[in-house]
T-cell receptor
Framework: KAGVTQTPRYLIKTRGQQVTLSCSPISGHRSVSWYQQTPGQGLQFLFEYFSETQRNKGNFPGRFSGRQFSNSRSEMNVSTLELGDSALYLC????????????FGPGTRLLVL | GENVEQHPSTLSVQEGDSAVIKCTYSDSASNYFPWYKQELGKRPQLIIDIRSNVGEKKDQRIAVTLNKTAKHFSLHITETQPEDSAVYFCAASQGNSGYSTLTFGKGTMLLVSP
C-alpha cells in the first residue's frame, strides 16, 4: 500500500495570508490526525478527523481548522498567518484511530515571513 | 489532559553500548505507548509500541518496558549502531476511548559515535 502523502512539501507565505495543506491517508484508513512540529514545542496535536467529523481538537486557536472528505483525504487551513506558525505540519493516519498505530506523512514545511 | 515528560533530551553513546530513554505520563487512563524514531529531514517512524496489559516487549535490539503503577515507560536499545542516531519520541494515548490523540514527549536526540 502507498504510504501517507502530503502536499505541498514546502511552502513560503507572508504574515496575514492563509494556507491550505493536504493529506492523503493510507488506503482503508479512516482516521487522520494533524500535528505541528517545532524545535521548541516538539510535536503538538492539532485535531483528528474520522468519517468526515472532527473527533478531537488540541489547544490551538481558531485560525487553525480542518476538514475531511468522504474519501478520507483531509485538509487543514491556517488563516491570518503569524510568524510563529512556521513549523513542520505532519498528518498521520490509522484505521479507526482507537489506539492503533499512526503512520506519518512526510510533512509540509511552512515558513511564514 | 495528558502530559508526557521525556529524559534525557540528548544522549551520546559509543557504538556497541546500550541506550535508555525514559518517559513518564500523567493520565492513568492512557493505555497505548508508541515510540517513534525521526531521522533528520524525515517523517517519524514507529519502532515499537506497548499496551497497558503488557509489561515488556522486545524486537531484536529494541525493547520497551512499562510500569503502570509508577506511570513510566522506557526504551532500551542494545548494541547501538551509528544508524541508530536520530531523535526518538515517546507518546501516550487513550486507545479505545473513541478517538486517537497521541501526546508526545519533547524528544531525545541520540548520537552513536563509531
Amino acid at each position: 500500500k502507498a504510504g501517507v502523502t502530503q502536499t505541498p512539501r514546502y511552502l513560503i507565505k507572508t504574515r496575514g495570508q492563509q494556507v491550505t495543506l493536504s493529506c492523503s491517508p493510507i488506503s482503508g484508513h479512516r482516521s487522520v490526525s494533524w500535528y505541528q512540529q517545532t524545535p521548541g514545542q516538539g510535536l503538538q496535536f492539532l485535531f483528528e478527523y474520522f468519517s468526515e467529523t472532527q473527533r478531537n481538537k488540541g489547544n490551538f486557536p481558531g485560525r487553525f481548522s480542518g476538514r475531511q472528505f468522504s474519501n478520507s483525504r483531509s485538509e487543514m487551513n491556517v488563516s491570518t498567518l503569524e510568524l510563529g506558525d512556521s513549523a513542520l505540519y505532519l498528518c498521520a493516519s490509522s484505521q479507526d484511530g482507537q489506539g492503533e498505530t499512526q503512520y506519518f506523512g512526510p510533512g509540509t514545511r511552512l515558513l511564514v515571513l | 489532559g495528558e502530559n508526557v515528560e521525556q529524559h534525557p533530551s540528548t544522549l551520546s553513546v559509543q557504538e556497541g553500548d546500550s541506550a535508555v530513554i525514559k518517559c513518564t505520563y500523567s493520565d492513568s487512563a492512557s493505555n497505548y505507548f508508541p515510540w517513534y524514531k525521526q531521522e533528520l529531514g524525515k517523517r517519524p517512524q514507529l519502532i515499537i509500541d506497548i499496551r497497558s496489559n503488557v509489561g515488556e516487549k522486545k524486537d531484536q535490539r529494541i525493547a520497551v518496558t512499562l510500569n503502570k503503577t509508577a506511570k513510566h515507560f522506557s526504551l532500551h536499545i542494545t548494541e547501538t549502531q551509528p544508524e541508530d542516531s536520530a531523535v526518538y519520541f515517546c507518546a501516550a494515548s487513550q486507545g479505545n476511548s473513541g478517538y486517537s490523540t497521541l501526546t508526545f514527549g519533547k524528544g531525545t536526540m541520540l548520537l552513536v559515535s563509531p
